[in-house]
């Protein structure tokens, strides 16, 4: 031993080597081999782990999603141009994170939190991880609150409650994307956070989408991330995650959120290419094996948490297309089985001037009544039935057969029906607005009314009870039932607005 350390102690001496700091370090490092399309293959990595965040040589970041014995695949975040080989890749130990908290509301920003909007720096509160395990069932509470979309065919029919999530599925051009703005929109006033992603859509349709949110205020309760068809199959792929991180900060602090996903057809189209690019095994639809549990960790973080957890809630609305409405492929097939429910627009509906098209057969709420105020329940609860009902007497009336006095009656109703669910786009209505159109068409007050009149009928009638009846309006607004006296109310304003309404009428004629 040195002369140096003769007279030191083991304990000094164990501190002086712990103390010690070497002019050099091991460090792991692995090797580009090739680079292109968004992904890379790294040699001598053998240390990473699935979903690391790893350093390209200082020119970009990468994540780890395929570990072979010889080989690391990963995709590259930033602009994989900058990527060469030869150039030194090292792991971070760290998964990818996304900026979170209110100053998110308000802007539009990419798969990685840069904002897009040209509207400055974002003034975040932290930091989350886009992958993150759903909540476990004991964290969990009952989806018993409803979240209303404003569309009377989908809050009567197919209820949505916080913390559910509600699959829009349909052809290309029926009407999907409007069902989920106008859910957004009918969020103002009702303290609810909402998040769009858009995943592979048209920089035009993105920022249509903004602007129509920013035209009707939305925009100060919204937050969108923007991933468009000219970004990489990789951004593509982490949008959805990242959206759902951002969701996430608000739900665990006690907020209620609405997320939507459209859609997750182009998603899993990204992931696909991705797939195929890093020579994983394809599968059905050349897709890859894991294709269902992607979505799956992806959907099963929408809940409604628990009281002890501060009783947030983060609801999804997937949107997924169909081709020809087949709703048995691969990719719908997966995400109706994973959600709880779908709302199917039908091309055939959506032609024929029926919006929202919702295919009233096809859809279904798995949380049913429980997301429904007693008095939506009571007047909305035969709907569904009779409106299957008419369709398969309308079927049945197109071959010409001769129809009994009571088929005829239910026939003239139907159509009656169908008018009264009819609604212009980004034109939410109240709830308490919803029960009072749905009790004067079911109790069949409206038989005077031709059926081409019923939607303006509908509109003046409620402007007419909003100003003599205001009673009627706050009695359902505070979620009352609808008692007797209520029910003599409306039907004496029925015929009220009935005499004014066709006096103006010819009037005008």
Known sequence: MSKKYVNYTFSELSEKIKAFDPAFRFDTAGVVTSSGDGIIKI?????????????????????????????????????????VSGLLVRPTGK?????VGEGLLGRVVNPLGKPVDGLGELNTSGFRPLEFGAPEIIDRGPVNEPLYTGLLAIDSMIPIGKGQRE?????????????????????????????????????STVNRVYRTLSSYGAMEYTTIICSTA????????????????VAEEFMYSGRDVLIVYDDLTKHAYAYRAMSLLLKRPPGREAYPGDIFYLHSRLLERAAKLSKALGGGSMTALPIV?????????????????????????????????????????????????????AAMRRVGGKLRLDLSQYRELAVFAQFGSDLDALSMQRLEQGKRTVEALKQDVHAPMAVEHQIIVLYITMKELLKRVESKDISDFNAGFIRY?????????????????????????????????????????????
Do not use: H, W
């Open 230 to 245: 000219r970004d990489s199959a990789p951004l593509q792929y982490i949008a959805p995650f990242a959206g759902c991180a």
């Open 321 to 373: 297309e169909t081709q020809g409405g087949d709703i048995s492929a691969y990719i719908p097939t997966n995400v109706i089985s994973i959600t709880d429910g779908q709302i199917y627009l039908e091309s055939e509906l959506f032609n024929s001037g029926v919006r929202p098209a919702v295919n009233v057969g096809l859809s279904v709420s798995r949380v049913g009544g429980a997301a429904q105020i």
């Open 95 to 99: 998964t990818i994170d996304i900026p």
């Open 465 to 509: 009870l909003d100003t003599n009846f205001p009673e009627v309006i706050l009695n359902l607004k505070a979620g009352g039932e609808i008692s007797m006296e209520i029910s003599l109310k409306i039907e004496d304003a029925v015929n009220a607005y009935a005499e004014y309404f066709y006096q103006n009428k010819s009037c005008l004629n």
């Open 43 to 83: 040699k001598g990595l053998g240390t990473a782990k699935y979903g690391e965040l790893l350093d390209v040589d200082g020119r970009g970041y990468a994540i780890a999603l395929s570990l072979e014995e010889d080989e690391t695949g990963a995709i590259a975040l930033d602009n994989d141009n900058r990527i």
């Open 167 to 203: 699959l829009i599925i349909g052809d290309r051009q029926t009407g999907k994307t409007s069902i989920a703005i106008d859910a957004i929109i009918n969020q103002r006033g009702k303290n609810v956070l909402c998040v769009y992603v858009a995943i592979g859509q048209k920089a």
